[in-house]
């Protein structure tokens, strides 16, 4: 079993930073594809930025490029994401997500192929 915890959220004014964290126990970190996704109430769990396993190549949403960044410290297992000139959309509860290897092909924006899910860290972005 894998469990994550968030951890960094909170308000800040728009054009501000926050740097959320995702602690991972119960498997080896650097074998996991990690996500962050982002749910506001009454909407579909949004993709925002992922992080392969090993080797670390990123994805981003289009919403959040040159402003969000997300990185990994296998040694620390712990996921990252910095967010950087935040909007008040950017309002959400963030999600990190993992996925363990599978035989079938990891897609970084597809939810369904995260198996485990910590519980979210509210993020408010006032204006």
């Known amino acids: 079993q894998v469990q994550l915890v968030e951890s960094g959220g909170g308000l800040v004014q728009a054009g501000g930073s926050l740097r959320l964290s995702c602690t991972c126990s119960g498997r080896t970190f650097s074998s996991l594809a990690m996500a962050w996704f982002r749910q506001v109430a009454g909407k579909e769990r949004e993709f925002v930025a992922a992080i392969s396993r090993s080797v670390g190549v990123t994805y981003s949403a289009e919403s959040v490029k040159g402003r969000f960044s997300i990185s990994r410290d296998n040694a620390k297992n712990t996921l990252y994401l910095q967010m950087n000139s935040l909007k008040p959309e950017d309002t959400a509860v963030y999600y990190c997500?993992?996925?363990?290897?599978?035989?079938?092909?990891?897609?970084?924006?597809?939810?369904?192929?995260?198996?485990?899910w910590g519980q979210g860290t509210q993020v408010t972005v006032s204006s």
């Open positions: 997500a993992a996925a363990p290897p599978s035989p079938t092909r990891w897609v970084p924006e597809n939810p369904s192929k995260y198996g485990y």
